[in-house]
């Protein structure tokens, strides 16, 4: 739903309606990406506050500063704000921002992603390194080389990869890179042109950079061809998220100003993907950012709505909601009022 159709939405009646409540209702939060680790589950979320800026199409009132780690013993038990986990004032690299971030484990060691502006107001992602999956974290001194962008969302293979999708557009800047190089003068392309693609690189042994020079990931339509600029209703945006399912990669996304959550599936973690249908259709508030999990057999989508700060688009709550697939693979696709 649209920022400016939030003044004729009833949000008590609209809360009676979802088909989930906020996991966490004494601050904001959103952007969840949500891990199993050790049995528990885990929630990485970005942690919204009101910076007093305007709303603009650069996300500039999206003024984040830190980050708390969301745990849960089961998908029925109570979510636990388990206080700050990394602030920005502790990443020597970054001045603001601190948007979407993703965790990874391996080895007994904890690996917290983020995407933040640097000194020059460009968009890098950093790696931070913590002991437990709560942190605290330790951010390295550096973004990770060759990065930009935002929402870095780290995937790992059964065979040990990990891979790193990342890249968004309008205030996460995308469409001022061509072949992994920034130009103030890039724009998105025209609507009859091959819309901009999400990027991934594959991590070293040590999760602290990429090994190998950043690729596109190509999403295709049913004929085969790239998804156009103008198909605004099914192109990438932002939210990059991997999944596996029944042997295939499932790569989901935001459409962002069209508000879905939508999929596309491939045979590769480097794609090509093919847009394949939604998975969720817009919530209250501008933005749509989720992740997939699978939880004791079963697989969940959190994701967040700004219902309970009744429509403000930088005020966000994470929520959850469980997702089934039809017998050919594809996911059915959720309502989030009912």
């Known amino acids: 739903m649209p920022e400016d159709s939030t003044e004729e939405i009833d949000f008590n009646e609209l809360n009676k309606k979802a088909i989930s409540q906020p996991l966490i209702t004494h601050m904001y939060t959103a952007d969840p990406s949500a891990h199993v680790f050790n049995g528990k589950i885990y929630i990485y979320p970005s942690h919204d506050i009101d910076a007093g800026i305007p709303f603009n199409d650069n996300g500039d009132h999206f003024g984040m ?22 602030h920005l004032k502790d990443v020597a690299w970054a001045e603001r921002q601190m948007w979407a971030p993703d965790a990874a484990h391996k080895d007994g060691k904890y690996y917290l992603f983020f995407p933040a502006k640097n000194k020059e107001g460009i968009f890098q992602i950093g790696v931070a390194v ?16 060759g990065s930009y962008s935002i929402d870095p969302a780290v995937f790992e293979d059964e065979d040990g990869s990990y ?12 469409q001022k890179f061509r072949n992994n190089i920034y130009d103030e003068n890039n724009e998105l392309p025209k609507p009859d042109e091959p819309a901009l693609l999400p990027l991934v690189a594959k991590l070293t042994d040590d999760l602290l950079e990429f090994s190998e020079d950043v690729k596109e990931v190509q999403i295709l339509d049913e004929h085969g061809n790239l998804l156009l600029e103008g198909d605004n209703e099914r192109r990438f945006f932002e ?11 499932y790569f989901s996304y935001s ?7 939508c999929y596309a599936i491939g045979d590769s973690p480097y794609g090509p993907f093919t847009y394949s249908g939604r998975i969720l259709n817009p919530v209250v508030g501008w933005t749509s950012h989720h992740s997939i999990c699978e939880v004791e057999g079963k697989w969940y989508l959190f994701y967040h709505d700004s219902s309970l700060s009744k429509g403000v ?24 009022y009912k």
């Open 255 to 261: 459409t962002g100003d069209t508000h879905f959550i």
């Open 313 to 336: 688009t930088h005020l966000r709550s994470v929520k959850v909601a469980e997702i089934t697939y039809n017998e050919d693979g594809s996911i059915v696709t959720l309502d989030p």
């Open 163 to 174: 891979y790193m999708y990342f890249g968004g557009i309008w205030g996460g800047q995308l």
């Open 130 to 145: 913590g002991d437990s999956p709560i942190g605290p974290f330790v951010a390295q001194p550096k973004p990770i080389s």
């Open 65 to 86: 500063e830190d980050y708390h780690v969301i745990s849960m013993d089961s998908i029925d038990s109570d979510a636990v704000d388990n206080g700050v986990a990394l």
């Open 239 to 249: 939210a990059s998220w991997l999944h596996k399912y029944n042997g295939k990669y």
